[in-house]
Protein backbone atom coordinates (compact mmCIF):
# COMPACT_ATOMS: atom_id res chain seq x y z
CA UNK A 1 0.00 0.00 0.00
CA UNK A 2 1.21 3.39 -1.06
CA UNK A 3 2.12 5.48 1.36
CA UNK A 4 3.16 9.47 1.49
CA UNK A 5 4.07 11.08 4.33
CA UNK A 6 4.05 15.30 4.07
CA UNK A 7 7.20 16.91 6.59
CA UNK A 8 8.76 20.35 7.28
CA UNK A 9 5.40 22.34 7.74
CA UNK A 10 5.23 25.20 10.49
CA UNK A 11 4.83 28.72 11.31
CA UNK A 12 7.06 31.05 9.39
CA UNK A 13 7.32 35.34 9.18
CA UNK A 14 6.90 36.71 5.94
CA UNK A 15 9.49 37.18 3.55
CA UNK A 16 11.10 33.68 5.20
CA UNK A 17 11.42 30.11 3.53
CA UNK A 18 10.22 26.66 4.16
CA UNK A 19 11.09 23.38 2.79
CA UNK A 20 8.64 20.84 2.39
CA UNK A 21 9.53 16.48 2.26
CA UNK A 22 7.01 14.04 0.76
CA UNK A 23 8.72 10.50 1.57
CA UNK A 24 6.89 7.55 -0.53
CA UNK A 25 6.60 3.94 0.32
CA UNK A 26 5.26 0.65 0.10
CA UNK A 27 5.05 0.88 -3.92
CA UNK A 28 5.85 -1.70 -5.83
CA UNK A 29 6.54 0.24 -9.24
CA UNK A 30 9.71 2.58 -9.62
CA UNK A 31 9.67 5.91 -7.32
CA UNK A 32 11.03 7.52 -10.42
CA UNK A 33 8.40 6.62 -13.07
CA UNK A 34 6.07 8.09 -10.84
CA UNK A 35 4.52 11.65 -11.11
CA UNK A 36 4.48 13.90 -7.61
CA UNK A 37 2.98 17.17 -7.30
CA UNK A 38 2.15 19.61 -4.45
CA UNK A 39 -1.58 20.95 -3.83
CA UNK A 40 -2.53 23.29 -1.28
CA UNK A 41 -5.92 23.83 0.54
CA UNK A 42 -7.79 26.30 2.11
CA UNK A 43 -10.69 25.55 4.70
CA UNK A 44 -13.81 25.97 2.54
CA UNK A 45 -11.85 25.43 -0.41
CA UNK A 46 -10.75 23.86 -3.27
CA UNK A 47 -7.43 21.93 -3.49
CA UNK A 48 -5.36 24.07 -6.29
CA UNK A 49 -2.13 22.64 -8.03
CA UNK A 50 1.01 24.37 -6.98
CA UNK A 51 4.31 22.94 -8.50
CA UNK A 52 4.33 19.54 -10.52
CA UNK A 53 7.52 17.06 -11.32
CA UNK A 54 7.07 14.12 -13.83
CA UNK A 55 9.01 11.33 -14.11
CA UNK A 56 12.00 10.74 -14.85
CA UNK A 57 12.87 13.54 -17.28
CA UNK A 58 11.75 15.78 -14.51
CA UNK A 59 10.12 18.25 -16.27
CA UNK A 60 8.29 20.20 -13.29
CA UNK A 61 4.93 22.99 -13.60
CA UNK A 62 4.13 25.83 -11.31
CA UNK A 63 1.18 27.70 -10.13
CA UNK A 64 1.41 31.55 -11.57
CA UNK A 65 1.02 32.54 -8.09
CA UNK A 66 4.08 30.89 -6.91
CA UNK A 67 6.25 30.97 -9.87
CA UNK A 68 9.79 32.69 -8.90
CA UNK A 69 9.21 31.65 -5.64
CA UNK A 70 8.57 27.77 -5.57
CA UNK A 71 11.12 25.10 -6.56
CA UNK A 72 10.11 21.43 -6.74
CA UNK A 73 12.63 18.87 -7.00
CA UNK A 74 12.95 14.72 -6.61
CA UNK A 75 15.65 12.62 -5.08
CA UNK A 76 14.44 8.89 -6.58
CA UNK A 77 17.21 7.25 -4.29
CA UNK A 78 14.89 8.31 -1.60
CA UNK A 79 11.64 7.83 -2.67
CA UNK A 80 11.25 11.83 -1.99
CA UNK A 81 9.81 15.08 -3.50
CA UNK A 82 10.79 18.44 -1.83
CA UNK A 83 8.87 21.82 -2.05
CA UNK A 84 11.32 24.70 -1.09
CA UNK A 85 9.21 27.91 -0.51
CA UNK A 86 11.15 31.24 -0.37
CA UNK A 87 9.68 34.70 -0.29
CA UNK A 88 6.54 33.29 1.62
CA UNK A 89 3.34 35.54 1.87
CA UNK A 90 0.32 34.87 4.30
CA UNK A 91 -1.42 34.17 1.04
CA UNK A 92 0.18 31.13 0.72
CA UNK A 93 -0.73 29.90 4.46
CA UNK A 94 -2.61 26.32 3.67
CA UNK A 95 -2.31 22.86 4.31
CA UNK A 96 0.28 21.31 1.65
CA UNK A 97 -0.86 18.06 0.06
CA UNK A 98 1.20 15.24 -1.94
CA UNK A 99 0.01 13.37 -4.78
CA UNK A 100 1.58 10.61 -6.65
CA UNK A 101 0.52 9.50 -9.76
CA UNK A 102 1.47 6.17 -11.50
CA UNK A 103 -0.50 5.21 -14.64
CA UNK A 104 -4.72 5.29 -13.35
CA UNK A 105 -3.56 5.36 -9.30
CA UNK A 106 -3.47 8.33 -7.84
CA UNK A 107 -2.12 9.01 -3.98
CA UNK A 108 -2.61 11.44 -1.64
CA UNK A 109 -0.72 12.05 1.79
CA UNK A 110 -2.20 13.87 5.08
CA UNK A 111 -0.95 17.66 4.50
CA UNK A 112 1.35 19.47 6.32
CA UNK A 113 -0.09 22.93 8.13
CA UNK A 114 1.90 25.87 6.49
CA UNK A 115 1.16 29.30 8.43
CA UNK A 116 2.70 32.94 7.01
CA UNK A 117 2.11 35.10 9.88
CA UNK A 118 3.80 37.82 11.86
Known amino acids: QVQLVESGGGLVQPGGSLRLSCAAS??????????VSWYRQAPGKERELVAGIINTGGSTNYADSVKGRFTISRDNAKNTVYLQMNSLIPEDTDIYFCNLRWTVRSYWGQGTQVTVSS
Open 26 to 35: GFTFTFSSAA
